[in-house]
């Protein structure tokens, strides 16, 4: 049985990349203070837009064109939120362990972004 969504907050992937944002958060919160302006702000700011995108998108969903759109504006997100993981991981502000933790995460959303896109006339369907 397929369990009906009924918002945003019903879809795994919107939970999935909403909690690895506030993973980000509470990690983020030991980074150096000379961070805050850049690598701290930049992580938060992309990791935060992953779930935001999903949300919009879902909001959207009328136009078949625009969902797909958020949905990659999302994956683009999830992807620069990797990147700046790995600026962490390479000033050592993250350890190896929490690192590969949430790179994997994303990695899991960006495989459910694609499912979506590709089932896109299933979300987009209005009765």
């Known amino acids: 049985m397929t369990k009906r969504i009924n918002s945003v907050r019903d879809l795994n992937v919107y939970r999935l990349s909403f909690d690895a944002a506030m993973e ?17 702000d930049q992580i938060r700011r992309s990791s935060r837009s992953v779930c ?5 998108g879902w909001r959207k969903r009328r ?4 969902f797909i759109n958020k ?7 999830a992807s620069e939120t990797q990147t700046w993981l790995e600026f962490a991981l390479n000033c050592k502000y993250i ?19 694609i499912t979506m896109e590709r089932k896109a006339d299933s979300f987009c369907k209005f009765r």
Not at 63 to 66: D, E, G, I, S, T
Not at 100 to 111: G, S, T
């Open 95 to 113: 350890n190896n362990e929490v690192f590969e933790r949430l790179d994997e995460k994303y990695e899991h959303i960006f495989a459910k972004l």
């Open 24 to 40: 980000i958060f509470e990690i983020s919160k030991d980074f150096p203070i000379e961070e805050k302006y850049s690598l701290t």
């Open 52 to 56: 935001t995108n999903i949300a919009e």
């Open 63 to 66: 136009y078949k064109a625009v």
């Open 71 to 77: 949905l990659t504006d999302s994956g683009q997100e």
